[in-house]
């Protein structure tokens, strides 16, 4: 297992809403990557497997979101 800690940390959109990722957890290539996430609308913290995370729209590196992947909630 490896702990990782984002510096900076890393703003990412998740099943539970906009969210502040602090800490990337590794148990190895039979599991998801964890990311430890503060949501930013009710400060919980939770941690939330690879597939339920997206990046943020970002203009400037061309990621505009036109094509959204939706995330079950």
Known sequence: MTILQLNPPLPLETSKGSAIAHFLIDYGI???????????????CWVIQNPDIRACKNITLGRTLDKIVTIDK
């Open 30 to 44: 039979e599991d998801n990557l964890m990311w430890v996430c503060f949501i930013n609308e009710t400060g919980e």
